[in-house]
C-alpha cells in the first residue's frame, strides 16, 4: 500500500513539474508592462503582436494612387535587395536565440515558428513584428514578455535595403521561419 501511495504522489510531482502553462488557448489581451499584446487564435495558430503595431490587418497599397499590391503570378518584384535579406535572416534567428532562456530552447528544440514583419518603405527599418505559432506546442508556453523581447530587438537592429518598386508601397511585407 505504501508503495501504490509513494507511486501516486510521484506521478503526481512529475506531472505538476512537467505542466506547462499555455497563455495562448484562445483570443485574449495582454496588457504587460507599458504595452499590449493582442492573440488572435484561429484554429489551432496563434498570431501574436502589439496592438501598437500600425499596418495590422492592411494590405500593402500603391503611395501614389492607394491600389493594392500583389506580387505577379509568375516573377516577383523585388522590394529589398538579397544582401540585406540575408543579414535579416541570420540577425532574426540569432536575436529568437539569444532571447530565449535555455530551458526555452529545449523545450523548442527542432520546433519552429513564423516571423511576419512589416516594414517601412521609407527608411527599411522594421515597423511592425508579427509572432504565428501553434498553440498546441511549446511556443505557446512562452510569456508575452519574451516575444516582446524579441520584437524590440528585432526593430532595433533589422535594417533592409530597399529597391525602387520597395519604395512605392506603404509597407513591405515579409517574413520568416525560425528553426530552433
Given amino acids: 500500500m505504501k508503495r501504490i501511495a509513494l507511486i501516486l504522489i510521484y506521478n503526481l510531482y512529475?506531472?505538476?513539474?512537467?505542466?506547462q502553462t499555455n497563455y495562448y488557448l484562445e483570443d485574449k489581451t495582454f496588457n504587460e508592462d507599458g504595452y499590449t499584446y493582442q492573440a488572435d487564435v484561429i484554429g489551432i495558430m496563434v498570431q501574436l503582436y502589439?496592438?501598437?503595431?500600425?499596418?495590422?490587418?492592411?494590405?500593402?497599397k500603391y503611395k501614389v494612387d492607394g491600389s493594392p499590391f500583389f506580387q505577379p503570378e509568375y516573377g516577383?518584384?523585388?522590394s529589398?535587395?538579397?544582401?540585406?535579406?540575408?543579414?535579416?535572416e541570420k540577425k532574426m534567428s540569432t536575436?529568437?536565440?539569444?532571447?530565449l532562456?535555455?530551458?526555452e530552447k529545449d523545450m523548442v528544440k527542432g520546433r519552429e515558428f513564423t516571423l511576419m514583419l512589416h516594414i517601412n518603405s521609407t527608411t527599411g527599418k522594421v515597423d511592425d513584428v508579427m509572432f504565428s505559432?501553434?498553440?498546441?506546442?511549446p511556443f505557446a508556453s512562452i510569456p508575452v514578455s519574451t516575444y516582446r523581447k524579441m520584437e524590440l530587438q528585432i526593430k532595433d537592429q533589422l535594417f533592409y535595403n530597399l529597391t525602387d518598386d520597395g519604395r512605392k508601397l506603404t509597407y513591405i511585407f515579409t517574413?520568416?521561419?525560425i528553426e530552433f
Avoid: H, K
Avoid at 496592438?51 to 494590405?59: A, K
Fill in 14 to 19: 512529475v506531472s505538476f513539474i512537467c505542466a
Fill in 95 to 99: 536575436i529568437a536565440n539569444s532571447t
Fill in 101 to 103: 532562456t535555455s530551458m
Fill in 80 to 88: 529589398y535587395d538579397e544582401e540585406s535579406w540575408l543579414d535579416s
Fill in 50 to 60: 502589439n496592438q501598437d503595431n500600425q499596418w495590422v490587418g492592411r494590405s500593402p
Fill in 133 to 137: 505559432f501553434s498553440n498546441l506546442g
Fill in 76 to 78: 516577383y518584384i523585388e
Fill in 175 to 177: 517574413w520568416n521561419s
